[in-house]
């Protein structure tokens, strides 16, 4: 299974940018996606989630009202757009699917993890 994040780039505050994350992989099945991000020198922190089912998103609250999450799970794939963005926002975003249903937000409860695309925000 891998997930390829791609999106991430450089920005002033108040811009927007969408990250975007596919699955793929031979039995390829999740029941949560979603995004971490991790700063220099910074703990890896939840951003947020979506569950399949019923559609749940959780975000964190620093984003919340900021950032939105989006998936298609036909077609394995999650997306973050997020605007007004701050320079605290920066830092490397990762795409992340656990197979289970519960919405997780410790990273250590998630199976599958991307790359990583970095967000930097200059104010």
């Known amino acids: 299974v891998q997930l390829q994040a791609s999106g991430g780039g450089s920005v002033q505050a108040g811009d927007s940018l969408r990250l975007s994350c596919a699955g793929s992989?031979?039995?390829?099945?999740?029941?949560?996606m979603g995004w971490f991000r991790q700063a220099p020198g910074k703990e890896r922190e939840f951003v947020a989630l979506?569950?399949?089912?019923?559609?749940?998103?959780i975000y964190a609250d620093s984003v919340k009202g900021r950032f939105t999450i989006s998936g298609d799970n036909a077609k394995n794939t999650v997306s973050l757009q997020m605007t007004s963005l701050k320079p605290e926002d920066t830092a490397v975003y990762y795409c992340?699917?656990?197979?289970?249903?519960?919405?997780?937000?410790?990273?250590?409860?998630?199976?599958?993890w991307g790359q990583g695309t970095q967000v930097t925000v200059s104010s």
């Open positions: 979506i569950r399949w089912s019923g559609g749940l998103t």
């Open positions: 992989g031979r039995a390829f099945g999740t029941g949560v």
């Open positions: 992340t699917a656990r197979r289970g249903t519960y919405a997780s937000t410790i990273s250590g409860q998630y199976d599958y």
